[in-house]
């Protein structure tokens, strides 16, 4: 069945470090890729999504690009903040009838000043 | 405008009892769905409402789990003969138009089973 694995964490980062948290993906025919954050006492919320390969979602800062040939979509952030310390969980979803996100099992980051 | 709630926040019951969660999706969102979240895991999709058509119910763990929706409303989310795996935070989401579409999540409801 369709899968998605990421990067176990915790991930602990100086403030304006690099980040990356890798994500691959198992599914047939061309899902629709997203990353979700959650931050400490809140909802999950959507970060940023792709819907079709090679496609870039971006947003605060982050990025993630849909790689069809490597089946991955790992979240990037050039320099990352203390306010950016969260859970973020990547996910897939096959739409159609099959419309529900098949989720990651998180990747907690913290950002130290 | 309101986003998605959830009643209520939390929930302590004992082994056995039965229980009911509910979600408010956003208003005009016709997708809802129901996942659920233990300790330490991602979230599992529980079931999936659209419209009028029947909902998907293939990941609902047991026959003691169970939803409703009312038209394109509220939905109740119950399960019976609650067990200690059933503690969990249950998140709720609704869409605009379909699984395309972004999801977006309620605050969830923190199942205690004891």
């Known amino acids: 069945g369709d899968s998605v694995t990421q990067m176990e964490g915790p991930v602990t980062l100086s403030e304006e470090a690099f980040l990356t948290i890798n994500c691959t993906y198992t599914?047939?025919?061309?899902?629709?890729l997203f990353w979700y954050v959650q931050y400490p006492g809140e909802g999950l919320q959507l970060l940023l999504k792709?819907?079709?390969?090679?496609d870039k979602g971006s947003n605060k800062g982050f990025e993630a690009t849909y790689r069809k040939e490597t089946t991955s979509f790992h979240l990037e952030k050039g320099s990352v903040q203390v306010s950016d310390s969260a859970v973020y969980f990547c996910?897939?979803?096959?739409?159609?009838?099959?419309?529900?996100?098949?989720f990651g099992k998180g990747t907690k980051l913290s950002v130290k000043p | 405008g309101a986003g998605v709630s959830q009643s209520p926040s939390n929930k302590v019951t004992e082994k056995g009892k039965d229980v009911e969660l509910r979600c408010d999706p956003i208003s005009g969102h016709t997708a809802l769905y129901w996942y659920r979240q233990r300790l330490g895991q991602g979230l599992e999709f529980l079931i999936y409402?659209?419209?009028?058509?029947?909902?998907?119910k293939s990941g609902l763990p047991s026959d003691r789990f169970s939803a409703e929706r009312t038209g394109e409303s509220v939905s109740t989310l119950t399960i019976q003969r609650t067990q200690q795996e059933d503690s969990a935070v249950y998140l709720c989401a609704s869409s605009s138009d379909g699984p395309t579409d972004t999801q977006y999540f309620g605050p969830g409801t923190r199942l205690t089973v004891l």
């Open positions: 996910a897939l979803s096959r739409g159609g009838s099959q419309g529900n996100l098949i």
């Open positions: 599914a047939t025919g061309y899902p629709s």
């Open positions: 792709a819907t079709k390969a090679d």
């Open positions: 409402f659209q419209g009028n058509s029947a909902p998907d």
